[in-house]
C-alpha cells in the first residue's frame, strides 16, 4: 500500500527567532486550526509540537522517535554564541556528519534513527500527519531522495512549513516541501493540491 506522509514543522519558538539550540520551549504564535484527515496522527514530545499539533486541532500521539536532535551542551545557546567560543568545533560539526563536539546527537545519528523510523512506519495506513521539527523533515529528506549526509545541511524547512513524502517503508518519494501559506490554514489545509 502506498502512504502519504506529511511532516509539519512546528510553529516559531524563542529558539527559532534567535537562531539558538533549542530547548523544550513553547510555541510564540499559535497557528489557526488545520484539521487533515489521516489514518494516523503523531507528534514529537517537545512542548513545541504538541502546541504546534494542538493548535492545528491534530489529535496527535505523541512518537519519541520525532523528538528534535540532542544539541547537548550547546542548548540554550545561538550559533553565533558557540561559533564565537568554540569555531573549530563548529566547523566540525557542520563539515563531518559524524562528529558530535556538543555531546549530543551527530547528523549521522539523527540520519539513522528518522531513517529508521520512516522505514518502520505502518503499512496498513494510507495517510500519516506528523508534526516534528526542521532537523527531523531534513533527515527525513535526505532519506527519501537517498541523498548524502552533507546534503542535511541544503534543505530550508521553516516554522510550519510542510513536507510530503509518498511511497512506502524502504522506497519513499518526495512530493512537495513547502513553506506556510498566507491562508487562514497555514498552508497545511485538506483542499491544497498537493495533498
Not at 521553516?158 to 513536507?163: A, V
Request: hydrophobic share 40%.
Amino acid at each position: 500500500m502506498t502512504s502519504r506522509l506529511i511532516l509539519i514543522t512546528h510553529a516559531a519558538t524563542a529558539a527559532t527567532r534567535r537562531a539558538a539550540f533549542p530547548v523544550d520551549e513553547p510555541i510564540e504564535t499559535t497557528p489557526a486550526p488545520a484539521p487533515l484527515r489521516a489514518g494516523v496522527y503523531l507528534t514529537a514530545p517537545e512542548t513545541s509540537c504538541q502546541q504546534t499539533a494542538k493548535a492545528l486541532d491534530l489529535p496527535a500521539t505523541v512518537d519519541p522517535a520525532l523528538r528534535d536532535c540532542d544539541y547537548g551542551a550547546w542548548r540554550g545557546h545561538t550559533l553565533d554564541e558557540v561559533t564565537a567560543s568554540d569555531p573549530d568545533a563548529v566547523t566540525r560539526w557542520l563539515t563531518e556528519p559524524s562528529a558530535a563536539p556538543h555531546g549530543g546527537e551527530s547528523t549521522l545519528d539523527l540520519l539513522v534513527r528518522v531513517s529508521a523510523w520512516l522505514d518502520g512506519l505502518p503499512r496498513d495506513h494510507n495517510k500519516i500527519v506528523a508534526v516534528t521539527h526542521a532537523a527531523v523533515v531534513r533527515a527525513a529528506v535526505v532519506h527519501a531522495i537517498l541523498a548524502t549526509p552533507q546534503s542535511f545541511w541544503r534543505i530550508d524547512v521553516p516554522p510550519l512549513s510542510r513536507t510530503v513524502l509518498s511511497g512506502h517503508p524502504s522506497s519513499w518519494t518526495l512530493r512537495h516541501i513547502g513553506a506556510a501559506g498566507r491562508r487562514r490554514c497555514a498552508g497545511v489545509c485538506e483542499a491544497d493540491p498537493a495533498d
